[in-house]
C-alpha cells in the first residue's frame, strides 16, 4: 500500500509515523522548518511517556512521489482548494482522496441523493475546483478526534485520542475502504467504517460549529463555554438551527444537543483549534466551519439567525487581525496557503 499524507502536521505527523512503525509505505508532503526537521532528524512523536522517531521520505513537490493508492488530506479544509493542481501528480486510475479534514468534504453531495445529488458547496469548495479536479468519485470520508500539536519543527506531541472513523459515501463496505481501515488498525488506530459517515461528519460538525467561534470571541476554554449558562445558550441554539439543516438533508443525530455539549466540556480546559490559529496569527477556520452552515440552510430553506450573527462577529474579528478575508466571486480563484491540520 502506498499512501501519502498531504499536510504531514499535527495529526498527519502522527499518522504518518503510526502508519510507518505499521508497514505502510508512507510519503509525506510538508514545507518550511518542520520539513527541514523532517530531512535531517526525521520525525519524532511522542506518545504514551514514549518517544518514537521515524524515517519517512518527505517532499514539498508532490511530483516526487508517483501516483498513490491513498492520498490523506491533512490540511485546514480552506487551505485543500489551493494546493489541488499540485496534488495532480499523486492521483493514479484508482487513487482514494481520504479527506481527514473538519467540516463537510467536497464530495458531500456525491450519492447523497435527492434535489441536492451532485450539488457543490461553494463555502468548502469554491468554483467546485475540488470536485473537478480531484473527483467525488475518490472521496472516503474520514473523521479527525485525537488532538495532537506540533511542539517543535519535526516533533508531533499525541494529548489523547486515536479514532479516525471511515466511510464510503454511498456507504458501501469496499475493498478500498476495507483496506484502509485495516491498515489503520494494525497501526494501532481505532478506524471503524461506517454505513453512513455523513452523521458521524455531522455530530463533529455540530460542535466545531459553535464551540469554535465562540472560543474565538471570548476566548474561553471548553469547559467555560459549556458551563457557564449565556455562552452554553448561544451554543445550543446555533446547534438547533444546525439540527433543522440536517433533518432536512436526511442526518441522524445520535446523540442530542446537552449531551453533545456536555461531552465537549468534559474534555477541560482545552482552547480550540479557531482560538488557537487566532493567538497564533494563522489562517482562521470560519467558513468550512461556520459559514458552510449558512450556506446549507440557505440551500434547504432554513433560516439560522443564531448562526447568521455569531458568523457576522467571527468574521469581522478575523479581518481585523487579518487572518480572513470574506469569500466572494474571486475568492475561487485565489490559492490559499498550505496550511497543516
Not at 226 to 253: C, K, N, W
Not at 255 to 284: C, F, K, N, W, Y
Amino acid at each position: 500500500m502506498k499512501l501519502c499524507i498531504y499536510g504531514a502536521g499535527a495529526i498527519g505527523g502522527y499518522l504518518g509515523v503510526q502508519l510507518h512503525r505499521a508497514g505502510v509505505e508512507v510519503s509525506l508532503v510538508a514545507r518550511g522548518l518542520h520539513l527541514q526537521a523532517m530531512r535531517q532528524n526525521g520525525l519524532t512523536l511522542r506518545i504514551d511517556d514514549e518517544t518514537r522517531t521515524a524515517r519517512i521520505r518527505c517532499t514539498d513537490t508532490p511530483a516526487e512521489l508517483g501516483p498513490q493508492d491513498y492520498v490523506v488530506i491533512c490540511l485546514k479544509a480552506h487551505s485543500v482548494p489551493g494546493v489541488v493542481e499540485a496534488m495532480q501528480p499523486l492521483l493514479g486510475p484508482e487513487t482514494a482522496v481520504v479527506t481527514a479534514v473538519n467540516g463537510l468534504p467536497y464530495w458531500y453531495f456525491h450519492r447523497h441523493g435527492g434535489e441536492l445529488e451532485g450539488r457543490t458547496i461553494e463555502t468548502v469548495d469554491p468554483g467546485g475546483v475540488q470536485w473537478k479536479r480531484l473527483g467525488p468519485e475518490r472521496g472516503i470520508g474520514c473523521i479527525v478526534y485525537p488532538a495532537t500539536e506540533v511542539v517543535a519543527p519535526g516533533v508531533v506531541e499525541h494529548h489523547y485520542g486515536d479514532k479516525f472513523p471511515l466511510g464510503e459515501p454511498d456507504g458501501s463496505r469496499s475493498a478500498r475502504v476495507t483496506a484502509l481501515s485495516e491498515a489503520m488498525t494494525a497501526a494501532g488506530l481505532q478506524a471503524p467504517v461506517r454505513d453512513n459517515i455523513r452523521d458521524e461528519i455531522w455530530l463533529k460538525l455540530w460542535g466545531n460549529l459553535c464551540l469554535n467561534p465562540i472560543s474565538a470571541l471570548t476566548h474561553a476554554t471548553l469547559d467555560v463555554i459549556t458551563g457557564d449558562p449565556s455562552t452554553r445558550d448561544v451554543a445550543r441554539r446555533m446547534m438547533a438551527e444546525a439540527q433543522m439543516i440536517g433533518d432536512r438533508l436526511g442526518v441522524h443525530f445520535r446523540v442530542d444537543i446537552e449531551r453533545r455539549l456536555d461531552g465537549a466540556g468534559a474534555v477541560g480546559a482545552h482552547r480550540t483549534s479557531m482560538l488557537q490559529d487566532l493567538d497564533r496569527g494563522r489562517p482562521m477556520e470560519i467558513d468550512p466551519l461556520v459559514t458552510v452552515v449558512q450556506e446549507l440552510g440557505r440551500m434547504v430553506g432554513v433560516p439560522t439567525p443564531t448562526v447568521d450573527t455569531v458568523l457576522a462577529l467571527v468574521q469581522q474579528r478575523a479581518e481585523i487581525a487579518g487572518l480572513y478575508s470574506r469569500p466572494g466571486p474571486a475568492e475561487a480563484k485565489r490559492a490559499p496557503a498550505l496550511v497543516p491540520a
